[in-house]
Antibody, heavy 112, light 111 residues
Framework: EVQLVQSGAEVKKPGESLKISCKGSGYIFTNYWIGWVRQMPGKGLEWMGIIYPGDSDTRYSPSFQGQVTISADKSISTAYLQWSSLKASDTAMYYC?????WGQGTLVTVSS | QPVLTQSSSASASLGSSVKLTCTLSSGHSSYIIAWHQQQAGKAPRYLMKLEGSGSYNKGSGVPDRFSGSSSGADRYLTISNLQSDDEADYYCETWDSNTRVFGGGTKLTVL
């Protein structure tokens, strides 16, 4: 069974750093692009960027370029999304997604 | 970069059929899209991949009541015999070599 399992909810303060994860199983992790999607409260889905774990080729949506870093560790079939300095406006649900499979989501709350 | 346009809302009665539309921007009418369903409070679920020819491939476990079709730049998702748990947001998605993009989503209400 193909699964994407994300790390748990996070509560952070503005200015803090954060790295959330997404572990793939049931398929060849290195063969498929995997991406990150933001959903702000009450809003639609927004692609942030995608990575090809086989060679770490990474593409960012213009809106998120420079704001986040996407990476992957193919040895443990895990993709990451990280922030160096969180803002309150980063409060959202974050999903990882392969083209036909979604993770369960990670809620990130940034509040002083 | 392609742009996808969806109506913000739709409604239909229990047991009836509904056809949701996703329109590709000019110059992108041949693009393949995907449809996703997001029930309230849940993660999205992949429904199908839909080509400009109208050919579609559904995800595992997606009921036969869900089907896809195409006409020019329009991509359709038809849900027949509507059930209460079909009430959800439906998003279309497409991609090119450097980017992926979602439509704004259609909120489907089952009356």
């Amino acid at each position: 069974e193909v699964q994407l399992v994300q790390s748990g909810a996070e509560v952070k303060k503005p200015g803090e750093s954060l790295k959330i994860s997404c572990k793939g199983s049931g398929y060849i992790f290195t063969n498929y692009w995997i991406g990150w999607v933001r959903q702000m409260p009450g809003k639609g889905l927004e692609w942030m960027g995608i990575i090809y774990p086989g060679d770490s080729d990474t593409r960012y949506s213009p809106s998120f370029q420079g704001q986040v870093t996407i990476s992957a560790d193919k040895s443990i079939s895990t993709a990451y999304l990280q922030w160096s300095s969180l803002k309150a406006s980063d409060t959202a649900m974050y999903y990882c997604a392969k083209w036909d499979q979604w993770g369960q989501g990670t809620l990130v709350t940034v509040s002083s | 970069q392609p742009v996808l346009t969806q109506s913000s809302s739709a409604s239909a009665s229990l047991g009836s059929s509904v056809k949701l539309t996703c329109t590709l921007s000019s110059g992108h009418s041949s693009y393949i899209i995907a449809w996703h369903q997001q029930q309230a409070g849940k993660a999205p679920r992949y429904l199908m991949k839909l080509e400009g020819s109208g050919s579609y491939n559904k995800g595992s476990g997606v009921p036969d009541r869900f089907s896809g079709s195409s006409s020019g730049a329009d991509r359709y998702l038809t849900i027949s015999n509507l059930q209460s748990d079909d009430e959800a947001d439906y998003y279309c998605e497409t991609w090119d070599s450097n980017t992926r993009v979602f439509g704004g989503g259609t909120k489907l209400t089952v009356l």
